[in-house]
């Protein structure tokens, strides 16, 4: 069934393919409009304002709909309801508005229901440096609401990941049915680059998968998976008569609030991602053939590290790079590639954070793991992370 | 069995409820079924096709509403069923969204979300099924707990003045705003009928018994005393300013006013869709 407030749009209008100069944000909504977002629903909050900005512009042109919301909370309710009824949809913010988020984050990935979160990170916690960098929220992003649930969290270094990625991030959602985040920085956000925007033909959409029994069969059940761990997604207003709550509840969507449900949904909503994560996993490798020492690094602080690896090969070192592009699920394998190769003695782990990254590729290898942290509002600079590589 | 006893092997009502989820686990004497019954008695009359109708509800007992009528239905987030339908009805204007919320779900953690939806003039119909008290957690007070009322948490009686919520509902922009209780189903399933066809954000608030969180420890009684005090001092004035249709449970003979109260023409919020010439 067509949706009454989602007309036939002009593809070509939506995605507006060819090379443009760009800033961050500007790019993760050209890629949430390209990947076929339906329904924006946020609130202002800075350094992600420019995503909303943009859509406010762009989205109404192309048949969608945008909606400025009272604040973070019922922006993700909103777009949760929008999902339900079958609209791709997305909302922006940043660390203080995403720890709103937190609760409903919680009921998407409950409820199953795909939803496209992006966070624009800023210097915290609280308030914080508003408009200064950070990458604070990596955990927050992977363990913010309460329980367990699974999620798949892109991280951009650069405006045409911003876009890219984006893209991803709706595929990812739509086809695990889980949240999905774009977990930008302040400084990918607000960088101006070119980015190269593909015909429509070419921009990959996933969509999710839908019943293949018709309204009022029997055989129905809103919540059984099929092998792949994921249900399909009927939408309100089909005729299904899905009930879904965040209680646990059973295949039919109905309370059931035993110790064995509990255990059967959590452990389904969890492997999900966990039994695909190298399938969903993406990093970037550079120089790692001969690598004896090996920066990981994402975001903003990649950038840097692309650099001092350049400056360390300069002076004899064999230093190589692992960016993560997906924090979560995080590239375990290809660390644990790396680490077992028998050249790489060491890892350095840069973050503007004080160890959240390195914590976790600690956890997949005994090598040591050299920490350099800052706690926001600056890059680490490439003659830094220089300096631990050559120690 | 013995003779005589009426057995039937379903109700009327049984397809626009999740019979298969009976029996409900709500407590004897309270009031929440009677307005889910009544909600979908309108359902069935509405004239508006079933597969339209969606229902969303928060958390609590009467956030289970969604959970038991047989229509597109969810249970969301504490405070959050506003927003949650508003992402529904204004993706799919051709959906009949209803909100199902007790008196706390909607206007102390869901307040802001309320003013905002009205102010908007959302195509909701928002029902709250006021019993004055926090009744799932076992009866803390809330935002229309009456002065001197006792509860778990104002076990000195409540002191704070209480939300008159028909008149907050016109002061925000509502296009519907009424006032019943579960002994009045007949005039309410007329007032959800009324409101189910009529644009924007519609109110109704309907007073229902809590015999185990409010009815006990304010000496009511069990439900059925506490209808018997709705029939001794609900007075019907659909004329009424509603600056005077607060609630006081210190003078026990006051009357209750209900009523249809609002009913105004208002469209309901659509977002600009922006078409560009040539584009
Ligand atoms: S606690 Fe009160 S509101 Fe809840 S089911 Fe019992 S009587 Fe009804």
């Known amino acids: 069934m067509t949706p009454a407030a989602a007309p036939a749009v002009d593809e070509t209008t939506r995605v507006i393919a060819g090379d443009h100069f760009m800033l ?262 550079l120089q790692t053939e001969d690598a004896d020492v090996v920066v990981v690094a994402l975001g903003c602080t990649s950038r840097s590290a692309r650099r001092a690896v350049a400056l360390a090969r300069m002076q004899g070192i064999r230093a190589g790079m692992l960016r993560p592009i997906t924090m979560w699920p995080f590239p375990k394998t290809a660390l644990k590639e790396l680490a077992n190769n028998g050249m790489v003695k060491r890892f350095v782990v840069p973050e503007i954070n004080l160890g959240q990254m390195s914590r976790e590729v600690q956890r997949h290898t005994p090598l040591p793991v050299t920490r350099l942290n800052h706690p926001g509002g600056a890059m680490i600079t490439p003659n830094q992370i220089l300096e631990a590589l050559a120690q | 069995m013995s003779a005589g006893s009426i057995v039937v092997e379903s109700h009327p009502a049984d397809t626009l409820m999740r019979a298969d989820r009976l029996p409900h686990i709500l407590c004897p004497g309270c009031g929440i079924g009677s307005v889910v019954h009544t909600y979908v008695d309108a359902i069935a009359e509405s004239g508006i096709p079933v597969n339209q109708h969606v229902c969303v509800s928060g958390i609590g007992c009467s956030g289970r509403a969604a959970g038991y009528v047989n229509i597109d239905s969810y249970h969301t987030t504490h405070g959050r069923a506003i927003p949650f339908a508003l992402g529904i009805a204004t993706y799919r ?64 009686g409540c002191w704070e003045r209480p939300f008159n919520l028909p008149f907050l509902a016109q002061a925000i922009g509502a296009s519907y705003v009424a006032r019943w209780t579960v002994l009045h189903v007949r005039q309410l399933r007329t007032a959800l009928l009324r409101a189910m066809n009529k644009q924007g954000f519609r109110f109704i608030e309907i007073l229902s018994p809590c015999p185990t969180g409010f009815g006990r420890p304010n000496d009511i009684g069990d439900g059925l005393s506490e209808m018997q005090n709705y029939l001794r001092r609900c007075e019907v004035n659909n004329e009424i300013d509603l600056r005077a249709v607060d609630i006081d449970l210190t003078q026990q003979d006051s009357p209750i006013y209900v009523g249809d109260f609002v009913d105004v023409d208002r469209a309901s919020f659509r977002p600009q869709v922006v078409h560009r010439a040539g584009a």
């Open chain 2, 93 to 156: 204007p051709d959906l009949h969204v209803t909100v199902i919320s007790g008196d706390g779900d909607l206007t102390a953690i869901g307040g802001n979300h309320f003013i905002h939806a009205a102010r908007r003039s959302v195509a909701l119909l928002v029902l709250c099924i006021n019993n004055f008290n926090y009744g799932m957690t076992g009866g803390q007070a809330g935002p229309t707990t009456p002065l001197s009322a006792m509860s778990r948490t104002t076990p000195h």
């Open chain 1, 24 to 285: 961050g944000d500007h790019a993760c909504a050209e890629g949430a409009l390209a990947a076929g977002l339906d329904f924006y629903a946020g609130y202002p909050i800075t350094p992600s304002t420019e995503i909303m900005e943009h859509l406010a512009e762009r989205l109404p042109t192309v048949g969608g709909t945008f909606v400025q919301m009272e604040d973070e909370i019922g922006s993700v309710a909103a777009i949760i309801g929008a999902s339900a009824a079958g609209a791709r949809v997305m909302t922006a913010t940043s660390g203080p508005g995403f720890s709103l988020m937190m609760e409903n984050i919680g009921l998407a990935a409950m409820m199953e229901v795909p939803i496209v979160i992006v966070d624009v990170q800023r210097a915290s916690p609280s308030t914080g440096l508003p408009t200064s960098v950070g990458q604070s929220d990596l955990f927050q992003v992977r363990w913010g609401s309460h329980g367990d649930y699974s999620v798949i969290v892109y991280c951009p270094a650069s405006p045409q990941e911003c876009f890219d990625l984006t893209v991803a991030a709706f595929n990812a959602a739509d086809q695990y049915r889980v949240p999905a985040f774009v977990l930008m920085d302040e400084i990918v956000g607000h960088m101006t680059e070119r980015v190269a925007i593909p015909p429509v033909e070419n921009i990959p959409r996933v969509r999710r998968k839908r019943p293949n029994v018709p309204p009022g069969s029997p055989d129905f059940l809103p919540f059984k998976a099929d092998e792949d761990l994921v249900p399909p997604m009927a939408h309100a207003g089909e005729g299904y008569r899905v009930h879904m709550t965040g209680l646990t509840h059973d295949e039919r969507g109905y309370p059931s609030l035993t110790a064995q449900t509990h255990e059967k949904l959590i452990n389904r909503l969890v492997d999900k991602v966990r039994l695909n994560a190298d399938r969903i996993a993406r990093y970037e490798l």
